[in-house]
């Protein structure tokens, strides 16, 4: 799931005949697909999560803008730690430490612990991920690899499919009457095994010349989104008080300063944690932008689709995980297509007609609930579901190949993992817009039999927002290459990863 920075000497290549290279494999892979199922399977728990726990809704959005915050700000780094001190020893250490995140955040006893321990969670999983093509990398030879990343595909693809019944599952199982609990405690064994495993099998690796680290950066990052994201999850309930719209301004003044430290470390020592040289190639910086305003549109729509089912519908999360199956299948059999079939053939329209797909869908989601409101059922949510899950995957696939196609080959790496690195930020973003955009127009105080009506006001509102966002995206997706050169070159190719060392930035998931 990671490309990386190309800025080091090729590493030699991998030796074929030594067996334990696919036990490796195995296990990282295990890793990459704890990761993707971690994200998914929480937003199906959410509203167990706020029932059981007595989690204010600004909480409840901190569960999950938490862990996609701290993933984004420690990606780059999580990568070059892999490259300075090795990537088989940083890999361990994070599946270690996301193995005790999950177990604080199942036996956390208030809401405060588990938002923090889904941030450390987060943090450790930007240590783990970005070592899994990095070691992929390191293990096989180049004819090989072609055929390890197809199976990396079709783990992305099960994750998107089995995360959010696995998470139906587990809660309404109630196992040991622990409610929501062990859609973290299942983490452990899985854990604890890759970790003993992965000791034995992976080989270490590291780059010849690692760049440095850029913690100053990272921080700036994390402090201007910390500054942007806690006013709006926290504006709503305190009444919109001045020091939010203060703190709001103040994160562009942050930014500002990112940009320019990032310049001075560029021309200092060559190592920023953003290679602003990038951004002068318009694709790139227009794929950028499509990438964080598609994180802002899938964050608002997962966690307000959730609640709308299993708070203002009342159904169970059993029912409410099934109603997705449509969607995931969707996804993942268009995006199979459209990287094979259809963008090899129509380029950039591909992405352009998913955007307009993925918005006719939202459309009809909101013609329907606003129709059928409470009686809607499962059946009827189908077709926009459908409908929506097939635009998604005519954009997710393809996508990453579109940035990069004009970036030069020795920033392929770093373009790639800043891809992915602001498309978690977008999502966090969108999280936190989930407070004006939904709760905003609902009455902080509701009788039972008003709760049902609300938020279905409120879904179908935050439905016009996400149709809204998917248009801009349709407008900026005109500065993207009409055809991606990348594409004829192969799975690798298309990563920017053929003969590179890979440090292990993160590729954009297809379920956020």
């Not at 459309?363 to 809607?376: M, P, T």
């Not at 097939?390 to 020795?410: H, W, Y």
Request: a neutral charge.
């Amino acid at each position: 799931m990671h490309s990386t920075d190309i800025a080091h000497a090729p590493t030699p290549e991998p030796a074929t005949g030594d067996r334990r290279r696919w036990f490796a494999l195995a296990i990282v892979m295990t890793a990459a697909f704890m990761d993707l199922v971690d994200v998914t399977i929480v937003n199906i728990a959410v509203p167990s999560i706020q029932r059981d726990e007595g989690a204010t809704f600004s909480q409840i959005q901190w569960i999950t803008a938490g862990y996609a915050l701290a993933f984004a700000a420690g990606l780059v780094t999580g990568g070059r730690l892999g490259d300075i001190h090795g990537r088989k020893r940083v890999f361990l250490v994070g599946i270690g430490g996301f193995t005790v995140a999950s177990a604080l955040c199942g036996l956390a006893v208030n809401p405060e612990m588990l938002v923090a321990s889904r941030i450390l969670q987060g943090a450790m999983a930007a240590l783990m991920v970005p070592q899994v093509l990095s070691i992929v990398h390191a293990t096989f030879p180049a004819h090989e690899r072609g055929k390890v990343f197809g199976l990396f595909g079709a783990i992305v693809g099960l994750g998107a499919v089995s995360g959010p019944l696995l998470g139906a599952l587990l809660t309404e199982g109630n196992l040991f009457g622990l409610e929501w609990r062990p859609i973290f405690l299942i983490n452990l064994p899985v854990g604890v095994a890759a970790l003993f495993l992965g000791s034995r099998f992976i080989t270490e690796s590291k780059a010849p010349r690692a760049l440095k680290l850029d913690l100053p950066g990272v921080a700036l990052v994390t402090l201007a989104l910390l500054m942007l994201l806690y006013p709006l999850t926290r504006g709503r309930e305190l009444g919109w008080p001045v020091w939010g719209y203060v703190s709001m301004a103040g994160a562009l003044v942050v930014f500002a300063a990112l940009v320019a430290y990032e310049r001075a470390k560029g021309a200092r020592d060559g190592s920023p944690l953003i290679e602003l040289s990038l951004f002068r190639v318009k694709s790139f910086a227009a794929g950028i932008a499509v990438q964080t305003v598609f994180g802002v549109g899938l964050g608002v729509f997962f966690l307000v689709w959730t609640l709308y089912m299993q708070i203002g519908l009342g159904w169970s999360a059993l029912r409410a995980g099934l109603t997705g199956v449509p969607f995931s299948v969707a996804v993942s059999v268009a995006a199979g297509m459209s990287v094979q079939q259809l963008v090899p053939r129509f380029g950039r329209k591909v992405l352009q007609a998913g955007a307009l797909v993925m918005a006719a869908g939202v459309l009809i989601y909101l013609a329907e609930a606003d129709h059928y409101g409470l009686g809607i059922t499962s059946w009827q949510m189908a077709l926009p579901l459908v409908v929506m899950g097939a635009g998604m995957g005519l954009i997710v696939a393809p996508l990453t190949d579109a940035v990069l196609s004009e970036v030069p080959r020795e920033h392929a790496g770093s373009a790639s993992g800043l891809i992915n690195t602001v498309q978690q930020m977008g999502h966090a973003l969108g999280l936190g817009l989930v407070s004006v955009v939904f709760f905003g127009v609902i009455d902080e105080r509701l009788a039972p039999a008003e709760v049902g009506p609300a938020f279905v006001d409120g879904f179908t509102h935050a439905l016009g927002w996400v149709a809204a966002v998917l248009g801009a995206i349709f407008l900026l997706m005109f500065a993207l290459p009409k055809r991606p050169a990348q594409h004829v070159e192969g799975a690798e190719g298309a990563a920017g990863a053929e003969e590179a060392p890979v440090t292990g930035e993160k590729e954009p998931e297809l379920v956020p």
